[in-house]
């Protein structure tokens, strides 16, 4: 199979990638390992805020539903239950569908492959009804079961305090919110201000000490400053923050560079988010842990960039509309993450050693 563009991921970055590249008249594939394009946006209830210009306020699955059918009007070939696992010597990416590995010779690559959860490991961590933030979400909003009756939440960045209010508003009674650090960590303090209000409370400087159960999850020792409170749950979400899924990146041979604000190690890559194989860009999480605005925008960079390379719109149009993009990012994006991220782009164009990337 030949294809102008391969974009490997169909989360909001791979879609808005899609988008920019065949809204343009080039031959564009997506492959995603579900069996619906949308990523983590489906399973998304919460109004998203701030979006791109673009788009109006809307909640996760609701943008999931505009994105794909945005794509329907255009030539996008959509290969669903399907992942890459690895490249052949002539650069085509060899894709399966669990049964058949097949070529797809690309011109040009976007990979927006997102980010994966971390988990908060403490004694008896793998307990059923033991699982990450996300599990839970998609438990509650995309396959409507409840994971269980009485939760805490470990973790209180705003992925979890979104989670937290989640659980209340389903009837599951959100019993404490478990946070080693000092104070919470969301930067939306109103989402912490209205689970106060319901009466959940914040444990600060604290810690899961052990889990206890026969065959789940029953019991939590949680470590206070001062005294070890024991809890009776049968659910605990964990938050242990989102790192980028590189696997590609490496299978590619792209130079990488740690850069904290993003999330660690990630690939390098220009403002063009181009990286330093000349026909592989990046998008989303992928390019450093950021909110869906900033995701969003990302994508369409990615694939406006490469639609210039593909001569499918003028290098003088797609400097303009990238300039207004990188623009609505600083808007967007938190001031940290965005400082990082243009830390990382001086990396690239002047980097301080020749051979600072790892692979």
Known sequence: MKTDVL?????PAGLSAAIE????????????????????LNQQTQALRPLPSLYESMR????????????????????????VVGFYADGSAGITDEENVFPVNAKKIIVASGAAEKAVA??????????????????????????????????????????????????IRVKAIIEKQSGALAKEQEKVSELSRSGIPFY??????????????????????DEVITLNVDLVCMDGGRAPILDVFYQLGCSFGFQEELGGWIPQYNNRFQTDREDVFIAGNAAGISTHGPLLLTGMIAGISASEELQAISPAESH????????????????????GRVKHLEKFANPVLKDQFIY
């Open 122 to 171: 403490f004694p008896k961590w793998t307990l059923p009804g033991i699982m990450t933030i996300g599990a839970a979400q998609t438990l509650i909003n995309r396959d409507f079961v409840m994971p269980g009756r009485e939760a805490v939440i470990v973790g209180s960045s705003d992925f979890a305090m979104e989670t937290a209010i989640q659980l209340r508003d389903v009837g």
């Open 320 to 339: 303009e509309i990238r300039e207004a993009l990188w623009k609505e990012i600083e808007l967007l994006e938190y001031k940290e993450v965005y400082s």
């Open 60 to 83: 996760g699955f609701e943008l999931a539903n505009k994105l794909i059918e945005q794509i329907k009007d255009y030539n996008v070939r959509q290969l669903l239950n399907h992942r």
């Open 7 to 11: 974009i490997i991921g169909g989360g």
């Open 21 to 40: 590249t065949a809204s343009r008249g080039l031959d564009v594939t997506i492959v995603d390992e579900a069996s619906r394009l949308g990523g983590q």
């Open 204 to 225: 600060f400087n604290s810690f899961i000490k052990e889990a206890r159960g026969n065959g789940q999850v029953e019991q939590i020792d949680v470590a206070l400053p």
